[in-house]
């Protein structure tokens, strides 16, 4: 990596590449990552930690006898044996969270595996709703193996008594360009070109972010192992900030208690609310790839990224 021209797309593709970034994915998207820290000679630490994954094995759905596309986006296996619930998945997860259930996203003209469920569950385009609600018999079934694996959060700066404290994650599902390859390739140009910030700032390139199964919250995981380890640090930071998704808008901060959530699902996030920041840029245009193949980079504007590292380095304390 050029630390003096920081080529966002060729750092995005290659961390595309190992999409899924899920269990052996995202491992190698971790060594790729140390592996442009130790290019540059960045310092950093490596908090390892475990955490289960759901593979799925199989997943088929015939509505009336005709094969429909669909992915497996569940923690457990089983049979779905008809259409009572079938939900878009724009709505909560906590909502039948342990009902058999068929997803869709309705902004998404893809497979979008928005939520995951603590029971049988089969997602598909919202192009075939229509064939599966009219359908009068469903035989869906989806395989889920839970595996276990072990993640890494990568802690770059200080991390004895950061003034401020910056995440992204590099898991995916899916291809993850902008959820959160864009977050990562941000954070990773402030730390190779303003070296002079990580003195009083610690920037945490996060593992397990996306699916573990920790319940009923089953995201966010990383950022938890984190704070079960370095309470203090977070305690004693005067900024929590979480860069995720962007480059495909202008960017924006969030301090909505109700959004800060869903971004850091941390433990005793209640004690930290006041000081924790989303940067992140439009999340109604990223619910039409969300976790999806269509994450490829399409909607991204580098011009959006140059925008987000501006206001990464200027929140650096």
Not at 23 to 33: I, M, N, R, W
Request: charged content about 25%; glycine content about 6%; some cysteine.
């Amino acid at each position: 990596m050029n630390t003096k021209k920081f080529n966002y797309q060729k750092f995005i593709s290659k961390l595309v590449s190992f999409a899924p970034r899920q269990l052996e994915g995202e491992s190698k998207a971790c060594d790729f990552l140390i592996s442009v820290l130790k290019e540059n000679s960045i310092l950093f630490l490596l908090q390892k930690f475990k955490v289960a994954i759901p593979l799925t094995q199989n997943v088929s759905l015939l509505a009336d006898g005709k094969r429909v596309k669909c992915e497996g986006c569940s923690f457990l296996s089983g049979e779905i044996k008809n259409n009572d619930v079938v939900i878009s998945s724009l709505l909560s997860s906590s909502i039948c969270q342990e009902i058999s259930s068929i997803s869709f996203n309705p902004r998404c003209e893809g497979i979008s595996l928005k939520n995951y469920y603590f029971a049988p569950a089969i997602c598909v385009s919202y192009k075939d709703i229509s064939k599966i609600v009219k359908a009068k018999k469903i035989v869906g079934n989806v395989q889920v193996e839970k595996v276990s694996h072990q993640s890494a959060n990568i802690l770059v700066g200080n991390a004895k008594n950061p003034k401020a404290i910056f995440f992204a994650h590099y898991d995916s599902i899916k291809k993850g360009a902008i959820d959160n390859a864009s977050g990562v390739a941000v954070m990773m140009r402030v730390v190779l070109e303003k070296p002079e910030i990580l003195k009083n700032n610690l920037f945490v390139f996060s593992g397990a972010e996306e699916l573990s199964y920790d319940k009923p919250i089953y995201w966010g995981s990383g950022f938890r192992a984190f704070e079960l380890k370095y309470q203090k640090l977070i305690d004693g930071a005067k900024k929590i900030i979480v860069i995720d998704c962007v480059g495909n808008d202008p960017t924006i901060v969030i301090t909505d208690p109700s959004i800060v959530i869903l971004a850091f699902p941390v433990k005793n996030l209640h004690k930290i609310t006041k000081k924790t920041e989303i940067v992140t840029a439009s999340l109604d245009k990223l619910m039409s790839v969300y976790h999806s193949d269509l994450d490829d980079g399409r909607g991204m504007g580098m011009n959006y990224l140059d925008e987000a590292f501006a206001l990464l380095a200027k929140k650096a304390v």
